[in-house]
C-alpha cells in the first residue's frame, strides 16, 4: 500500500513537471532551430563560393604545368643543336673557329643558365603536382562534407517547416495539458481513497492486536512456542552432546535408549500443544 502511494506522489510530480516543460518548450526549440538553419545556410553558400574559385585556380596550374613542360623541351633542343656544332668545330676556319668559341661561350653560359632553369622549373613542376593532388584531395573532402551539409539543410528545413506551424504545436501542447492534468485530478482521487483504506485497515489491525492480546488462549500459545522452542534448543545440545561421546566411547544401546526417549517426549509435547491449540 505504501509503495502504490510512493508510486502515486511520484508520478503526480512527473505530470507537473512535464505541464511545466510543454509551456517553455515550444519557443526555445524554434529560435535553435532558426539558429542552426541559418549557420548550415552561410555554410553551404560558404562552400559554393570555393568550389567556383576552386575550377579557376586547377585551370592557372595545369597552364603553367604545361608551360613549364614546354620551356623544358626547348632546352633540351638546345642542347642538341650546340652538341652537335661542337663535333663540326674541326672543319672550320680560324676565323670562324673564333667566333665559334665566342658563340660557344654564350651557348655554355646560357646552357648553364637554361639548366638552372630546367631544375627549377623541375622543382617547381612537383610543387604544382602536389598541389594539384592536394586540391584533388581536397575536393573529395568537401564534395563529401557538402554533401552531409545539404542533408543537414533538408532536415533542418523540415524540422523549421515543422515548428512555423505554432497554432498546431500550441493545440498539441494544450491537448497534452489538459490530459496530464485530467491524469492529476484521477491521481489525487485515487490517493485519497488509498489513504483512507489504508486509515481503515491500519484501524482494523490495531483492533484485531489488542483483542488478540486480550485472549487467554493466545497468551497460552505464545507461552507454549516459546517453551518448546526452548525444548528444542535442548534437543538440540542435548543431540551434539550425545553425538561427541559416541565418538569417545561406543555405548550404542544408552544412546537408542535416550534417542527413544527424546522422540517420545517431542511426540508428547506436540501432543499437548495440538490439545492447547483445539
Do not use: P
Request: glycine share 2%.
Amino acid at each position: 500500500m505504501e509503495r502504490q502511494l510512493s508510486e502515486i506522489r511520484g508520478r503526480t510530480r512527473q505530470t507537473l513537471e512535464e505541464v511545466g516543460h510543454l509551456e517553455q518548450g515550444s519557443d526555445a526549440a524554434q529560435g535553435e532551430c532558426q539558429q542552426k538553419y541559418k549557420m548550415l545556410k552561410r555554410r553551404e553558400e560558404e562552400m559554393d563560393e570555393f568550389l567556383d574559385s576552386y575550377k579557376e585556380l586547377e585551370a592557372e596550374e595545369l597552364e603553367k604545368l604545361t608551360q613549364s613542360q614546354e620551356n623544358i623541351v626547348s632546352i633540351l633542343e638546345l642542347c642538341s643543336r650546340n652538341m652537335l656544332r661542337l663535333h663540326q668545330v674541326d672543319t672550320m676556319t680560324a676565323s670562324e673557329l673564333k667566333n665559334m668559341q665566342e658563340v660557344l661561350l654564350t651557348k655554355e653560359t646560357e646552357v648553364v643558365q637554361s639548366e638552372s632553369t630546367a631544375r627549377g622549373l623541375t622543382i617547381e613542376s612537383l610543387r604544382l603536382q602536389q598541389d594539384l593532388e592536394k586540391v584533388q584531395q581536397l575536393e573529395g573532402k568537401i564534395q563529401s562534407e557538402l554533401s552531409t551539409l545539404k542533408e543537414q539543410v533538408s532536415t533542418m528545413k523540415s524540422e523549421l517547416d515543422t515548428f512555423r506551424d505554432l497554432d498546431t504545436l500550441r493545440r498539441t501542447a494544450e491537448e497534452k495539458k489538459k490530459r496530464l492534468l485530467e491524469n492529476q485530478t484521477s491521481l489525487a482521487q485515487r490517493r485519497d481513497s488509498f489513504m483512507q483504506l489504508l486509515e481503515e485497515m491500519n484501524q482494523k489491525y490495531e483492533a484485531q492486536k489488542t483483542k488478540l492480546q486480550e485472549n487467554e488462549t493466545h497468551t497460552q500459545l505464545a507461552n507454549l512456542e516459546r517453551k518448546w522452542q526452548h525444548l528444542e534448543q535442548n534437543n538440540y545440545v542435548m543431540k551434539e552432546f550425545i553425538a561427541s561421546k559416541t565418538q569417545q566411547c561406543d555405548y550404542a544401546s544408552t544412546a537408542n535408549n535416550v534417542y527413544q526417549q527424546v522422540a517420545e517426549y517431542n511426540k508428547s509435547l506436540m501432543d499437548s500443544l495440538q490439545n492447547n491449540r483445539n
